[in-house]
């Protein structure tokens, strides 16, 4: 299933709760939302309040993705916030196989992030335990950059991998995704896709639908 989550840090915050409803009307079956600490990328976005506030605004899946150091410190704290899924960057953990279990631990679907120059070796004992890989397509910390793409090789490359190992875990790709690049992620194997400013970026519910129908080319 191709699934749209857009990302909030580009969202309007003085309408938050609209824009998300504007999304969801059009399609979007995920909230991508965007926690960073400042310490594992530069910028500093928003945290429990605000994904606690939001949480009655849609039942759609909210899609945390923590840019943050440690993340194993507040894995509960996210999963008592609301968020369906959790992923952790495998370069922000120490203990990776120990964040893993205490996200599935906190009954919430886990996800393990790569940085583009991350090998997917990162993976290699830890894959059959998640529910979703994102493959970062720019250099976190930041909305509105371009697609890295030497990342498209490594989504097609996980998708070989798991196809060997008989896996068929979502693959989310994040970072400069665009309706105009959709199709060409999607023939990478990507099937989770993330779009802030190509969504929150002028009419919400248009740039909703430009990614619903190259979804729709697929089906
Ligand atoms: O995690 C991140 C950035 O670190 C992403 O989720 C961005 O927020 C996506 O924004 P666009 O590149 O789609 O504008
Ligand atoms: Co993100």
Do not use: W
């Not at 600490?37 to 976005?45: A, R, T």
């Not at 998640?130 to 397509?137: A, E, G, N, R, Y």
């Not at 068929?168 to 779009?195: R, W």
């Amino acid at each position: 299933m191709l699934i749209l989550s857009p990302s909030i840090l580009a969202a309007d915050f003085t309408k938050l709760g609209e824009q998300i409803k504007e999304t969801v009307e059009a399609g979007a079956e995920y909230i991508h939302l965007d926690v960073m600490d400042g310490m594992f990328v530069p910028q500093i976005s928003f945290g429990m309040p605000v994904i606690e506030t939001i949480r009655s605004c849609t039942d759609k899946v909210f899609d945390v993705h923590l840019m943050i150091q440690d993340p194993g410190r507040y894995i509960e704290t996210f999963a008592k916030t609301g968020a369906d899924i959790i992923t952790v960057h495998a370069e922000a953990c120490t203990h990776l196989d120990r964040v893993i279990q205490q996200i599935k631990a906190a009954g919430v679907k886990a996800g393990v992030a790569l940085n583009p120059a991350t090998p997917l070796s990162a993976l290699d004992y830890v894959l059959d335990e998640l529910d979703m890989v994102l493959i970062m397509t720019v250099n976190p910390g930041f909305g509105g950059q371009k697609l890295i793409p030497y990342c498209l090789k490594k989504v097609s490359d996980l998708r070989a991998m798991m196809k060997e190992r008989g896996l068929d875990i979502d693959i989310q790709v994040d970072g400069g995704i665009k309706a105009s690049n959709a199709k060409e992620v999607i023939e990478a194997g990507a099937n989770v896709l993330v779009g802030g400013s190509a969504v929150f970026s002028g009419d919400v519910a248009a740039n909703t639908k430009a990614f619903m129908d190259v979804f729709a080319e697929f089906e």
